[in-house]
């Protein structure tokens, strides 16, 4: 009775001990699509689930590169246990990752599938600087891109407005050239404003913006502007003819000799008292009308005077022969005034010559200015000399 019980124990303990579950060989990994990225970051999930044979761990976690199926000799972010994430940091903009799992014990080393990410554009950086040659109606400005953010440039510029924080929905001058660093040209503002700037540049990503700059146009009529026909070169003071308290008014400079060569005479062979003696500023255009008014008509050449009047630049018909010290004036500021005369169609001065003034010194006479070193002398009214017509403002 005793034998069928050892057998029955027989089968049961081997028969138990065929049927144990096998131990896992192999890691189990795995890698979860890519979707939580910036422009230099990207956060990843995965799972790493280790063989049962042989449990010693010598490193997991994640390995990435730029190049596919990437391995531990690329980049690789150690993270244990069983659901593993990390962050990957400093990535290049606008650039394709591939990314694995990977476990490694003494047996070998093992990986998930790959998964790909592809960073996105960042943000365009750009400056704004050297902003220069300010005039009435124009200013240069040189913008330089600092980054592209990893896209492309779609567009690049300088938005303006006489409001703060412009934006290219304002007013904007626009650069579709290939290179990241450029001068601009503003064009049509407006005289004695203050306008707010800011470069911008623009990519696959939005519309990026430097810090703001301000600058003021300059006066309408500042001395060195063009203005009126020609070049303001002289703002009365207080005291003389034309000021006025509280308003801006003074002399404007011809663009160009009305001679030529200096081959023009004061009066030539008429010597009548003219009473043309007033040297002060102020004096040049009532100094002109007694000239004119005394020396008449002339049949053949104008003479200084008249040359003077009859000179329309600008469409005015009151320019005049200045005065000696309103020529004085001129002869200080010529630098500026043959520099702006350049810009606008005009002529320089002859360097070294005489030019006439309205100033009578007495009837055989009248006086000069020496334009290389600005001395005044007195001279035959029928001697030549050059001729260059002012106005008042």
């Given at each position: ?21 096998p ?54 972010i ?12 400093n ?21 998930s ?21 300010i ?19 779609l ?17 904007k ?34 519309v ?95 003479y ?11 469409g ?60 005044e ?11 260059r ?5």
């Open positions: 009775m005793g034998k069928p019980l050892y057998v029955i124990f027989f089968i049961i303990l081997f028969g138990c001990s065929e049927s144990e579950t131990c896992e060989q192999f890691p189990t990994l795995t890698i979860e699509d890519i979707d939580d990225f910036t422009d230099v970051s990207a956060t990843i999930y995965g799972t790493i689930t280790p063989p049962t044979c042989e449990d010693t761990v010598t490193s997991q976690g994640f390995v990435y590169s730029k190049t596919t199926l990437p391995n531990t000799d690329n980049n690789v150690v993270s244990a246990g069983t659901d593993i994430s990390t962050t990957l940091s990535l290049e903009q606008n650039t394709t990752y591939y990314v694995r799992s990977f476990f490694e014990n003494i047996t070998g080393i093992y990986y599938n790959q998964k790909l990410l592809t960073t996105a554009v960042g943000s365009g950086l750009i400056s704004l600087s050297n902003i220069r040659n005039t009435v109606s124009s200013v240069e400005a040189n913008i330089s891109i600092i980054s592209t953010g990893g896209g492309n440039i567009n690049k510029g300088i938005c303006y407005s006489t409001s703060v924080q412009p934006t290219i929905n304002d007013y001058v626009e650069d579709s050239s290939s290179n990241n660093s450029v001068s601009l040209t503003i064009q049509n503002l407006t005289g004695n404003v203050v306008y707010y700037l800011k470069a911008f540049v623009v990519n696959e990503s939005g990026y913006y430097s810090e703001q700059q301000s600058f003021q146009t300059n006066d309408i009529d500042a001395v060195g502007q063009f203005y009126q026909g020609g070049i303001v070169f002289y703002h009365f003071e207080s005291g003389e003819p034309g000021y006025v308290e509280g308003e801006t008014h003074g002399l404007i400079a011809a663009v160009e000799d009305q001679s030529s060569d200096s081959d023009t005479g004061w009066s030539y062979n008429n010597f009548a008292e003219t009473g043309a003696i007033s040297r002060l500023v102020g004096a040049g255009s009532s100094n002109t009308d007694a000239i004119i008014a005394e020396l008449g008509v002339s049949l053949f050449d104008y200084a005077a008249e040359m003077a009047r009859a000179y329309n630049g600008g005015y018909n009151d320019w005049f022969l200045p005065s000696i010290d309103e020529l004085k004036k001129m002869y200080y500021q010529k630098t500026m005034i043959n520099t702006v005369a350049e810009t606008n169609n005009g002529s320089l001065f002859s360097e070294n010559s005489f030019y006439w003034s309205s100033t009578e010194f007495n009837i055989f006479q009248a006086l000069r200015v020496a334009f290389y070193d600005g001395s002398d007195n001279i035959g009214r029928a001697a030549t000399c050059d001729v017509a002012v106005r008042a403002f």
